[in-house]
């Protein structure tokens, strides 16, 4: 089939598209179980779904029926048409239409609001849209599971079922994102952490990981890597404690626009929040003595764990946590060092990401509805991002209404090896802060002035870092976070002693080495460590012991071949050295 000519880069163009297509399933359901009843059916960030009452429980093989169905829809090009009613005429069409919910959404709908409906062949629903012009625009449609989902997200109400979908303007649009989810189900940081023994959540704490020795080794590795490179900038470290009293959170402004997201607790008899972020700590350290405008910028770094409130349907592995530790850093500045303290950030955050071989975009997000001070400050911070970006010659989007409530924002999102994007790093601007802690410097002209702050982070989240990066590189790591960067196989066990001897040399020089010396075969051995995704597999054998080498394989590149011990060891100190990295 043809493409359509349409922007699917465009985020208004994707919802109209997968709302449609969230139509056409419902029309396809109402087809077969003509019982079935309606409740609502969104694009969402990645497809489409519909919620649906049914006595019948969908299976995955019903699935193929629908979209059969759905395949016939499209087919017909039903032109998407949309007319406008009373409440009570709307009421009326949907009790002769047997659409419970949709009477139910209706009366919930405030007086004088449009009602809106969009009919395709004889199918009506209740939508105020947007949507494609024909039913024949979406070429190519996929259902991919069923789900239980009660209405309104309320446990008290009925269960449903939930239909997700996916559509493109192609075929080969289609194949391609299936293609890439069925790479992204092998690549799950899930399955491949608990295949390595990295890390994992039990449920005796949900959203709470535990990590690992071998999870620790790549933890460790980028906290010494963040620590280095933080020194280099000028950055002092400083650790602020997990919980603090109901006052501070009052000044900070999180009790008031951030306690359902929050964990509290009391002590002798007093009120205490344990910490979603580290910020309001950081203004305690500022404020234990007077500075001087000669000092800054001030930069304090802290790998801070913080706890916040996450719904269980919303948990995902280390993706989405109820306690992380991000990777903040407080930067107070000198009103006129802004724009330069900003572009600073901008290079460091760019250089870590290199590390790494990421990608990545920028979204500008501006003031939310819910935010506090002064619409003023909100301005000239939001311009000083915005003036920041352009004289850095860097392209970004705005994202409106999406700062935090104490300041807009630099999101980055970073592109993973199969095309996915994850937000991360953060540079957020805010005059607030300051101001509700009564932040202050001695200025040159002995006057008492109000810093600026940036709050910024470069992983975001150690362990939401640590799952994307198992994700991008399926589990085989760089060779400086690798867990086991050295595996020696024995052919025989009378190899053991020249793989002892091999190892020691490795591991004098701070190599992460496992020897397997087990009377299996070989065959079997490889096997296994390639599992273990170890970086470098060495085999040992009679001709390797004559020559005082080794037959290494990589876990992505393949067989390197016979190298003196020499040799390998000056190859992997370079490739620790420089931080070298192979995509998977």
Known sequence: MAKINFDFND?????????????????????????????????????????????YKITEEDLK??????????????????????????????????????????????????????????FVDLCAGPHVEKTSNIKAVKLTSVAGAYWRGDSNNKMLQRIYGISFPSQEELDDYLKKMEEAKKRDHRKIGREMDLYDIYEEGPGFPFFLPKGMIIRNQLEKFWREEHAKRGYSEIKTPLILNEDLWHTSGHWDNYKDNMYFTKIDEQNYAIKPMNCPGSMLVYKRRLHSYREFPIKMGELGQVHRHELSGALHGLMRVRTFTQDDAHILMLPEQVKEEVKNVIDFIDYMYGIFGFKYHVELSTRPEKYIGDIELWDRATDALRESMEEKGMEYVVNEGDGAFYGPKLDFHLEDSIGRTWQCGTVQLDYMMPERFELEYIGADGEKHRPVMIHRVLYGSIERFIGILTEHFAGKFPLWLAPVQVKLL???????????????KLEAIGLRVEIDARNEKIGYKLREARNERATYIAVIGEKEVENSSLSIRHNVLGEVGELSVEDFISRLVEEIETKKYYNN
């Open 490 to 504: 024995t052919v025989a066990e009378k190899f053991e002693e020249y793989a002892a001897v091999v190892a020691s």
């Open 65 to 122: 029926k629908i979209e059969k169905e759905m395949k016939k829809i499209i087919k017909a090009g039903y032109p998407l048409e949309r007319f406008e009613l009373s409440r009570e005429e709307a009421i009326a069409l949907m009790k002769e239409r047997k659409e419970d919910y949709k009477i139910e959404l209706i009366n919930g709908l405030p007086e004088g609001e449009i009602i809106s409906f969009y009919k395709q062949g004889d």
């Open 11 to 55: 985020a208004e163009v994707r919802e109209a598209f997968w709302h449609t297509s969230s139509h056409i399933l419902a029309q396809a359901v109402k087809n077969i179980w003509p019982e079935a009843m309606l409740t609502i059916g969104p694009a969402i960030d990645k497809g489409f779904y519909y919620d649906i009452d049914l006595e």
